[in-house]
């Protein structure tokens, strides 16, 4: 759905950009809106291609985060087992775990890791006399992070589970990626609950009286009241969808 909305946004701001770069140029509308609807395709042609490649039928990162929080902790422990097999001494000591005497502790939360979860790590590297850990999260946070390097005894690295990605995929060990494939009206439907709201509707109504008001001291007023008009009807489907949902 994300990338859904991207390139919704990525359309819609590169069919404006190429309307602004045509304005000047001596055309009629029509013409204007056919070149800027043109460019926009080349647009969104390229930068799909550039942007949202091909894995290869990998899993991607994202969607490996996403594996981790549903699969948990165990899932996190056995990947990075796995990866040191027999070259490093891995131990698992149940609410963390070590790597050749440096601890682990693993995060697979959608919430960001509480600063009194670190305090908690914090103090049983302490107990243990462990100088430097790590927390791997699914979750990041800057304050989190400006909070760690408060500590001084013990080093704590804060940091995401990329690296262990990174060398699931070198190894070709990553979860086989499941892939459904979502039907046309099922993705019409879930952009149109994501869209047109009822916030969303009063934002519209907002922009639509607004240009009415514009309309009456402009003498542009034919486009005010067409872009008026345009809002005027996403403001109705909004709170019709919202009516429907309710």
């Not at 760690?148 to 262990?164: C, E, H, M, R, S």
């Given at each position: 759905m994300a990338v859904i909305l991207d390139l919704i946004l990525l359309t819609l701001t590169g069919f404006a950009g190429a309307y602004v770069a045509v304005y000047f140029l001596p055309l009629s509308l029509p013409?204007?809106?056919?070149?800027?609807?043109?460019?926009?395709?080349?647009?969104v042609g390229f930068a799909r291609?550039?942007?949202?490649?091909?894995?290869?039928?990998?899993?991607?990162?994202?969607?490996?985060?996403?594996y981790?929080?549903?699969?948990?902790?165990?899932?996190?422990?056995?990947?990075?087992?796995?990866?040191?097999?027999?070259?490093?001494?891995?131990?698992?000591?149940?609410?963390?775990?070590?790597?050749d005497d440096k601890a682990v502790f693993l995060w697979t939360k959608y919430g960001a890791i509480s600063a009194d979860?670190?305090?908690?790590?914090?103090?049983?590297?302490?107990?243990?006399?462990i100088s430097k850990a790590y927390i791997l999260t699914t979750n990041g946070d800057k304050k989190t992070t400006a909070f760690?390097?408060?500590?001084?005894?013990?080093?704590?690295?804060?940091?995401?589970?990329?690296?262990?990605y990174n060398a699931l995929k070198k190894r070709e060990a990553l979860p086989?990626?499941?892939?459904?494939?979502?039907?046309?009206?099922?993705?019409?439907?879930?952009?149109l609950q994501t869209a047109?709201?009822?916030?969303?509707?009063?934002?519209?109504?907002?922009?639509?009286?607004?240009?009415?008001?514009?309309?009456?001291?402009?003498?542009?007023?034919n486009y005010y009241i067409a872009i008026a008009s345009v809002n005027l009807c996403f403001a109705i489907a909004c709170m019709a969808i919202s009516i429907k949902n309710s």
């Open positions: 013409f204007r809106l056919i070149l800027s609807a043109l460019i926009t395709m080349l647009i291609k550039l942007i949202f490649k091909p894995n290869g039928g990998k899993m991607s990162y994202r969607k490996y985060v996403t981790l929080i549903w699969q948990g902790e165990d899932c996190a422990k056995n990947a990075l087992k796995s990866l040191c097999a027999d070259k490093r001494d891995f131990r698992d000591m149940g609410e963390y775990v070590t790597i979860t670190m305090v908690k790590f914090y103090r049983t590297c302490k107990s243990n006399n760690i390097k408060n500590f001084g005894d013990v080093a704590l690295i804060y940091t995401n589970f990329k690296p262990i086989p990626d499941s892939k459904y494939k979502i039907s046309a009206k099922q993705t019409l439907s879930m952009i047109f709201t009822r916030k969303n509707g009063f934002r519209f109504i907002g922009v639509s009286l607004l240009l009415l008001a514009i309309s009456f001291v402009t003498p542009f007023a």
